[in-house]
């Protein structure tokens, strides 16, 4: 049952051969030259077939092209304006009523001011206890260094002032089409569906007559095999295998004293002393602000570059024309709002009561319904004086079996010897087992391989 849990390392390695003798090799040896079982799997060998490889597919060979055909062009219907008024009135607009809103009234309470007449210290302890300290100003390290505007002018181009060339503007082409012309006559309302549809007569609806109910003459068999075969007969509870709660102690009274009340006393501990802080002194000294950037750094006199401007254009008095395609052609056009389509109701509405009468109220008849027998069996058969029997085989035959410890945990109680661990981390043990010699009586150690 040995797991290696260790990676493959050499760091136990130190020059000994490892025995090839193990506890399992010495008590299960080998029965004389038995062969390992064959494994069924196959060999995972690449099978090359010495045949010319054909570039002709399933696809080629089965695909055949066909003459694509082009779709007949369907030239649409012309539009035929429909003569008529259309209705645009709903039901909502008839059957609705206006009703006067109110304003909600709010569920939240009023809210109430708790205030005292007690005078209010305004002054916190960060200002109490903190002072302002005299500070003074840090002089400045910069340099002033005066703004001189440069007396020549800049002379290095940039890429854009070579390259740029002006061009005069070409408005691109107006692809709107021409405007539509809308028709004169009005609106004809008639579809294909109006002029084709053709109203039928609806025929009666088949009524299935119902069948009345006809109970059976014969009594009904209520016997199962349940009833029929089970016998009640009572028994004893199982007695349970849990071990007794046995207290495992004295019944001396306790006299109060422990271990650890007689070995540990307490021992005097003195306050730890406090140290006073040194009070700080400010040096006297002036402090040397020099660095060696500021020693070693060299000023030189550059003037700053000249801002790169466009030339100004020429300002032109003649006034802006504002006029565009969008504008000329886009202009607006009085529209009339449309009016709603409403159909003519195919179904008259009823008049008159509602017969709320249906066939359910009209066939029922209300019976009294019987109890239902109960088919409990009744305690025919009495108690049974006798003990239950619980034995199993299991409590008969079973015998605890004694846990063996492994010799690697404790190896100098169980009588091992510490011999040498292999580059994998394995630890290797010797058993000395006493054996009687022929010579004299003295004990001969016998050498057992164990590995962790």
């Not at 016998?231 to 001396?252: L, M, R, V, W, Y």
């Amino acid at each position: 049952r040995h797991r290696c849990c260790h990676k493959r390392t050499r760091i136990y390695d130190d020059g000994l051969q490892s025995s090839p003798r193990t506890e399992y090799g010495d008590k299960y040896p080998g029965y004389g030259n038995v062969l390992p079982p064959r494994s069924c799997k196959p060999k995972h060998e690449y099978l090359k077939d010495g045949r010319k490889m054909d570039g002709i597919s399933t696809f080629k060979s089965d695909y055949l092209p066909y003459d694509i055909v082009k779709r007949p062009f369907r030239a649409p219907q012309e539009y035929r304006p429909k003569s008529g008024k259309i209705d645009l009135g709903t039901i909502y607009q008839k059957d609705y009523n206006a009703h006067k809103v109110e304003p909600v009234t709010l569920v939240r309470p009023q809210e109430r001011k708790h205030t005292t007449e007690a005078k209010l210290d305004t002054i916190p302890t960060y200002r109490d206890d903190y002072r302002l300290w005299e500070a003074q100003r840090m002089e400045s390290c910069k340099v002033e260094r005066p703004y001189k505007p440069p007396t020549e002018k800049f002379g290095n181009p940039s890429t854009f002032q070579d390259d740029f060339f002006p061009r005069e503007l070409n408005p691109p082409l107006s692809f709107k089409p021409p405007v539509a012309k809308l028709p004169g006559g009005p609106f004809d309302g008639i579809t294909s569906h109006r002029a084709a549809y053709v109203v039928h007569d609806l025929e009666p609806k088949f009524v299935r007559p119902k069948e009345e109910y006809k109970p059976c003459d014969q009594p009904f068999e209520d016997l199962t095999t349940h009833l029929r075969d089970f016998k009640g007969i009572p028994g004893q509870h199982a007695k349970s295998c849990k071990p007794e709660n046995t207290k495992f102690g004295s019944d001396a009274p306790f006299s109060g004293m422990t271990e650890f009340q007689e070995r540990y006393q307490p021992w005097l501990v003195t306050l730890p002393q406090f140290r006073k802080p040194r009070e700080y002194v400010p040096p006297s000294d002036k402090m040397d602000l020099n660095s060696t950037s500021r020693l070693d750094y060299i000023i030189h006199e550059i003037s700053p570059p000249a801002p790169i401007r466009p030339a100004q254009g020429k300002r032109i008095s003649a006034p802006f024309q504002g006029n565009s395609t969008t504008r000329e052609d886009f202009k607006p056009w009085s529209v009339c709002r449309q009016e709603t389509i409403k159909k003519d109701p195919e179904i008259q509405r009823l008049t008159g009561k509602f017969s709320d009468l249906t066939t359910f109220r009209s066939h029922y008849i209300p019976h009294q319904a019987a109890p239902t027998q109960s088919f409990k069996p009744v305690h025919a058969v009495g108690l049974n004086a006798a003990p239950f029997q619980d034995e199993t085989i299991y409590r008969i035959e079973y015998t605890p079996k004694q846990k063996e410890t492994c010799p690697a945990h404790h190896p100098s109680t169980l009588g091992y010897v510490y011999v040498n661990t292999d580059s994998q981390g394995h630890q290797f043990y010797r058993q000395l087992s006493p054996e009687p010699s022929k010579s004299n009586c003295n004990p001969i150690p016998n050498e057992v391989a164990v590995m962790t």
